[in-house]
């Protein structure tokens, strides 16, 4: 499954889904809303293109770290403290392409995918900085340089 | 002739979302973004500095594909297209 969506998910039933014959492991990311002393985060994508990039990432992941299956899961809208923003499910073979494969897909949807986040905090609102002036595309390596 | 621009996240606040332009023929991509984000000088001036080039952080697409805003003066819109201004990404 890959998706953008305001509704939460399933994790359970995601990872339940993900288990093939193949699979010996499962690595879930869970990106959270922090308490940066924030009231809730609010969060916008072009969603067209961040979908097709997502799709992008998870078959390039698919293909470099022999993944068995990537799912992801991007929430826009509102969001409290506490709820979950991002998640990442990755089956593999063997732990390390699962690790691997999981790194690999945070890395580059930070790096390029167009989404973006608004801390809605106490003493006033405040876009999230982005990493990468330009964001052009999913150019992070496996050893962490970009 | 016609073309939409779809300015997000900061952008969006300052010059609105799904802004339908109209232009002359001949005109560049760079001068279409400076049409529109010239109706608010805020907008305006968080796209381009003072002398009228491209903030370094900002990112243009044409058709859902990512321009080099560099190019962009050389680059002509045509009817129908879709741009999309917006400044570095931080999802995740």
């Given at each position: 499954?890959?998706?953008?969506?305001?509704?939460?998910?399933?994790?359970?039933?995601?990872?339940?889904?993900?288990?093939?014959?193949?699979?010996?492991?499962?690595?879930?990311?869970?990106?959270?809303?922090?308490?940066?002393?924030?009231?809730?985060?609010?969060?916008?994508?072009?969603?067209?293109?961040?979908?097709?990039?997502?799709?992008?990432?998870?078959?390039?992941?698919?293909?470099?770290?022999?993944?068995?299956?990537?799912?992801?899961?991007?929430?826009?809208?509102?969001?409290?403290?506490?709820?979950?923003?991002?998640?990442?499910?990755?089956?593999?073979?063997?732990?390390?392409?699962?690790?691997?494969?999981?790194r690999?897909?945070?890395?580059?949807?930070?790096?390029?995918?167009?989404?973006?986040?608004?801390?809605?905090?106490?003493?006033g609102?405040?876009?999230?900085?982005?990493?990468?002036?330009?964001?052009?595309?999913?150019?992070?390596?496996?050893?962490?340089?970009? | 002739?016609?073309?939409?621009?779809?300015?997000?996240?900061?952008?969006?606040?300052?010059?609105?979302?799904?802004?339908?332009?109209?232009?002359?023929?001949?005109?560049s991509?760079?001068?279409?973004?400076?049409?529109?984000a010239?109706?608010?000088?805020?907008?305006?001036?968080?796209?381009?500095d003072?002398?009228?080039?491209?903030?370094?952080?900002?990112?243009?697409?044409?058709?859902?594909?990512?321009?080099?805003?560099?190019?962009?003066?050389?680059?002509?819109?045509?009817?129908?297209?879709?741009?999309?201004?917006f400044?570095?990404v931080?999802?995740?």
């Amino acid at each position: 499954m890959i998706a953008i969506q305001n509704e939460d998910v399933d994790i359970g039933k995601l990872i339940d889904e993900a288990k093939q014959r193949g699979t010996g492991a499962i690595v879930l990311f869970d990106g959270i809303v922090r308490d940066d002393d924030i009231r809730e985060m609010e969060l916008e994508a072009y969603e067209e293109v961040a979908l097709k990039e997502l799709e992008q990432i998870a078959a390039e992941a698919k293909k470099q770290f022999d993944l068995l299956s990537v799912d992801i899961v991007h929430r826009i809208g509102r969001l409290a403290v506490g709820e979950n923003i991002l998640v990442i499910i990755v089956g593999a073979g063997h732990r390390e392409e699962a690790y691997a494969g999981s790194r690999y897909i945070i890395e580059a949807i930070k790096a390029g995918v167009p989404i973006w986040k608004k801390e809605l905090r106490k003493d006033g609102d405040r876009w999230v900085p982005g990493h990468r002036p330009h964001g052009c595309g999913t150019n992070w390596k496996s050893d962490g340089s970009t | 002739m016609s073309v939409k621009i779809r300015f997000f996240a900061r952008f969006r606040e300052l010059l609105g979302t799904d802004v339908i332009a109209e232009f002359a023929p001949g005109t560049s991509l760079t001068g279409l973004i400076k049409q529109v984000a010239g109706k608010n000088k805020e907008g305006y001036d968080a796209i381009f500095d003072e002398n009228g080039t491209f903030r370094e952080f900002v990112i243009l697409m044409r058709n859902t594909k990512r321009v080099d805003p560099a190019e962009s003066g050389n680059i002509m819109v045509t009817d129908g297209d879709e741009i999309a201004v917006f400044p570095p990404v931080a999802g995740g």
